[in-house]
C-alpha cells in the first residue's frame, strides 16, 4: 500500500489550543501520521497519505469529529515551506556567498555560492576557521573583529575576499549560530565605482572652442581607447584631471573604479602603505583588518597619479616596478597580488629637468610619458575665455541659488586681456567672487585679479582715502582669497608644494589643506 504527503489547512473556532488538540485526537484515531503541524496564522498539518483513503470521506469524518472545524483545504505548502522555499531562491541568486555555522564554528548550511566556496584544494572546508585559514586562529578573535579579509587560492589564481561576520543571539543573549557573507572584493569596488559613477566627466564637460584646445580634446579622445601610459602636461590650472576622468570614460575600462591620487598630498611616512596597502598587524596603529592600497582600488579600471612630479624619490623605484611586473606586495604581507589598472599621471613640472637633477627617475619618466598630451593654458586658446566666463557664472550662480548675472563690456575686457597664471582654476575663483560683490551686474571693479592692490591699496588721491568702505562684506572669503593668492605665487615660483611651503613659513601639510579648501 502506496502512501505519500499531503498538507491540510483547517479553519475554525477562535479557541486556537482547543481546536489543534481536537484536530490532532482526530487525525489519530482515523490512523494517519502527523508529519508536522503549525499554528501560525491558520492550523496546517503535514501528513501522510494512504493513497487508499478518499480524501471526502477525510473531510467528512474530520467535520463530524470536531464540530469546530469550519471548513478543511488541501494546499501545496505549509507557511515555513514556503518562507524557506523563497529563502533559498532568494540565497542562491545572490552574488555573494552565505555560510552558517554553529556555536563552535562548525559549517551547516550554505547557498551555491557558499557551496563553491567551500570545496577547497584538499576536499570540503568545515570549519570557518579552515575557511579563513591564517587570518582566524581563533574563533573568538574572528567573531570579535567581524570584518576579515582573506585569499582563496585555487587553480594557480588567487581571489581576495572579504568576510563579514555576524554573531545570532537567543533571548538570553547567548550565541547559538554564526551567519557569515563573504564578498568578493573585486565586487565590493565596482559597486563603489557604480555609486561614485555621477561624479565622472566626459569630453562633453570640458568647455571650448578654440582651435588649441579641440585639438587636445580630439588627441585625448583618439588615444582613450588603448591601454598605453598617457600624461598629461600643462600649468597649474588647466584641467588635467578633468581630461584623465574624460579618458577614463572614453576608455574601454570605463565600467571599472577611477582612483585619483594627489602624489603631493601624502605625508612621506604614509605614501608607501596607501599606494601599496598593508596587512594587519603589519606596524603599530595598522588597521585590524588590514587595508587596500590604491593600486588594488584600481584594479580592472584607472589610476590616476596627478602632480607626479612631487612623489617621493624613495616611491619611484616601488611604483616602476609595480608598473613593469604588474604585481605589488602589501606591507607585511607574504604574497604578491596582481594588479590590471592603466595608469594616467599630470604634472605641471619640468620632469625633463628634473631628471637631470637626479630628482626624477628616467626609467619611470619613460614608463609614464609614452603618450603626452600638453592641455594649453587658458590665454593661448582665443575666445574660449569670453565663453568660460558665462559657462561658469552660470554654474556659479546656479550652485548659489542666485538669478544668472551679466557682465559688463568692461569688466569682459579686463578678463580677456589678463594673463591668467592659475588657469581655468583662477578664473572661476575670481568670477565666484564677483558674483558675490556685484549688484546685479558684474562690473570692472568686481573683478579683482590683483590681490596685492586689494590688500595694500595705492593711497594716490585724496578721493581714495576717504571712500566709504561698504558693508556688509564677507571678510572671511576676502582673507581666504587673499591667501591663497600668495599660495598660488609661491607654488608658481617654486614649483614644487614642499619648497612652496617652506617659503611660505608653514608646513608642507597645512599648505596641501589649504589648497584643497580653496578647491572646494
Sequence with gaps: MSSRIRRIKINGTPNRMGLIFLVLKAIADYGINIVTMESDPYICCKIEWDDSLSEEDFVHFMQQRVPEIESISYIDLMEYERIEVELSTLLNNIDDAIIQTDAKGNIVSYNNKGKTLLEGKNGRISTLQELLNENCPQLEKCINESNIEFVDERNNKQKRLFAHLNPIKNEQNIVTSHLIIVKELENIRNLINTIMRPSMVTFDSIQGESLAIRQTIDLAKSVSKSEASVMLRGESGTGKELFARAIHMES?????????????????????????????????????????????????????????????????????????????????????????????????????????????????????????????????????????????????????????????????????????????????????????????????????????????????????????????????????????????????????????????KISHTSLINKVNQHKK
Design 252 to 504: 574601454l575600462r570605463a565600467k571599472g573604479p577611477f582612483v585619483a591620487v594627489n602624489c603631493a598630498s601624502i605625508p612621506e611616512s604614509l605614501i608607501e602603505s596607501e599606494f601599496f596597502g598593508y596587512e594587519k598587524g603589519s606596524f603599530t596603529g595598522a588597521n585590524s583588518s588590514g587595508k587596500q592600497g590604491y593600486f588594488e582600488q584600481a584594479t580592472g579600471g584607472t589610476f590616476f597619479l596627478d602632480e607626479i612630479g612631487e612623489l617621493a624619490p624613495h616611491l619611484q623605484p616601488k611604483l616602476l616596478r609595480a608598473l613593469q611586473e604588474k604585481k605589488i606586495r602589501r606591507i607585511g604581507g607574504k604574497q604578491e597580488i596582481d594588479i590590471d589598472v592603466r595608469v594616467l599621471s599630470a604634472t605641471n613640472r619640468d620632469l625633463e629637468e628634473m631628471i637631470r637633477d637626479k630628482s626624477f627617475r628616467e626609467d619611470l619618466y619613460y614608463r609614464l610619458n609614452i603618450i603626452p598630451i600638453f592641455i594649453p593654458p587658458l590665454r593661448d586658446r582665443e575666445g574660449d575665455i569670453e565663453r568660460m566666463t558665462y559657462y561658469l557664472i552660470s554654474d556659479i550662480c546656479r550652485n548659489s541659488n542666485r538669478p544668472e548675472m551679466p557682465v559688463s563690456q568692461e569688466a569682459m575686457d579686463k578678463l580677456i586681456n589678463f594673463d591668467w597664471p592659475g588657469n581655468v582654476r583662477e578664473l572661476n575663483n575670481v568670477l565666484e567672487r564677483a558674483v558675490f560683490v556685484a549688484e546685479g551686474i558684474i562690473q570692472e571693479k568686481d573683478i579683482i585679479l590683483d590681490y596685492h592692490q586689494l590688500m595694500y591699496p595705492k593711497k594716490s588721491n585724496s578721493h581714495n582715502k576717504n571712500k566709504k568702505t561698504e558693508f556688509p562684506m564677507d571678510l572671511p572669503k576676502i582673507i581666504k582669497d587673499l591667501e591663497y593668492g600668495y599660495i598660488e605665487k609661491a607654488i608658481k615660483e617654486f614649483r614644487s608644494y614642499r619648497k612652496a611651503a617652506a617659503n611660505l
